[in-house]
């Protein structure tokens, strides 16, 4: 429970900047805090935890201009970009697992999958102009 209030703090306060719509249309790279995240495989049950607790990255950082999402350990391109009614998607591939991220483009909310044939993660969180 404390490492979700010190990472939700850390969220909070990255998100504390006035944000504009346009900082998340694509022209300007981000730094995203994914904040809850659930693990789930086929016929089991869902675990619900931080990035801490499940072992997923804290920080991410989405660089449009090369096209790469930047973890602590490692990056990753997206392969697809498609903007829609009010948001954004990117798609990849790295180690087996298939991944979105849908950035919500008036606030910066983040939603992120990672599949594979074993299960999912999901993870929810916000975005900001660095």
């Not at 805090?33 to 991410?60: S, W």
Request: glycine fraction near 12%; charged fraction near 20%.
């Amino acid at each position: 429970m404390k490492c979700f209030v010190v990472t939700a703090a850390c969220a909070c306060i990255l998100a504390a900047p006035a944000a504009r719509a346009g900082d998340f249309d694509g022209s300007k790279g981000l730094i995203c805090a994914p904040v809850e995240v659930h693990e789930c495989v086929a016929g089991g049950k869902c675990l619900e935890g931080t990035t801490r607790e499940i072992g997923t990255p804290t920080f991410l950082r989405i660089d449009f201009a090369n096209r790469l999402i930047v973890g602590p350990q490692r990056q990753t391109p997206f392969r697809y970009t498609e903007k829609g009614d009010g948001h954004m998607m990117l798609l990849g591939t790295e180690l087996g697992f298939a991944w979105t991220l849908v950035l919500t483009q008036d606030s910066g909310d983040m939603t992120a999958t990672l599949a594979d044939r074993d299960g999912v993660f999901v993870m929810f969180g916000s975005c900001t102009a660095p």
